[in-house]
């Protein structure tokens, strides 16, 4: 059979983001495989190319920076246009730790830069403080002489070649010395981070309680900082350069380290909770791999709380008291806030690591 004639079709979406990888799927009709189909843009610039499948069917990428009108070629064969439209990369960074008197900027950039000024609105404490057009690399200044937080949305707005875009973000500027009993943007900050890493609170708020004293604690101890169970410039340094703690073993699990006094919650090999504990007073914590063989709800008369027992009688159970060195006759001792959350993360069987 003698082909005459061929067809192309073509199809993709019509906004990509910028930079991002485009897919351009289409048919050669009728089919032939091995065939190569080449993607032009209108201006006759050839994007890229690819080769049929043996049902005529072809895939085609193409990372995209800027607005274009593309079409599929083949020999004397041209498939429907399609005009895409770029979304652009909205990036800003903050030039400064947001520490109460310090110099605080906002930096912005839009990509790509022809899309044009970059729309800004920055509220402080819910009233409006900056509304304005910004052109890519403008620093905006942000009042820093006491705590607050700035909610700022940045936008880009739709044209025939883009579409719009926006950015919502949030920066607390903050006291760096924060303890118990301390309240407001500053300690919302502070649990915000430590919630990040995994590390347990009550809730995540603006209240400086029993419960951020001992996530403080707990992330003093992971990096040896004085166990102080308060909040400083050199704690805030660490905290705004760490990541999540990881696990040293596979699978569902908990870990607990005797050195360092802390207990992770593990699950599919990635900790999900860290809290700090107390271990034996006299180093007789046993170290191994257990299982955890009873649980005991609830309250016992020696004042063990929600106890999981994994060997003998020893156990990780709450506590009234978690000191910050070895206390316990040998149990994992935990906050008592928080045994309810470990104790429903370690049924019968479930595997227990201590180092």
Known sequence: VRVLSFALTLRARTVVGFGQHLRFTGRLVP????????????????AARGRTARNGSFRIGVPVKRPATYEARFGGAVS???AVRVRPALRTGFLGSGVVGRPLRLALRVRPVAVGPVRVEIRRRGRLVTKGEYTSGARIRLGSNRPAEYRIVLSTPASTDYAPSRLALRKIVYF????VGSAGPSVLALNEALARLHIALGSVDSSFGLDTRDAVVAFQKLHELPRTESVD?????????SSAPRARYPGDHIEVSKPLKVLFVVRAGRVILVSHVSTGATGNTPVGRWQVYSKVPGWLPDGMFDSSF????????GYPTVPFYPASHGCVRVPVWLAPRIYSYDPPGSTIYID
Request: no cysteine; hydrophobic share 50%.
């Open 310 to 317: 994994f060997l003998r009688g020893f156990a990780i159970h």
């Open 31 to 46: 089919a032939a495989p091995g065939m190569q189909i080449a993607l032009h843009t209108a201006d006759g610039r050839r």
């Open 176 to 179: 760096p010395q924060l303890q």
């Open 80 to 82: 429907n246009t399609i």
């Open 233 to 241: 410039a050199r704690f805030w340094r660490v905290l705004s350069a």
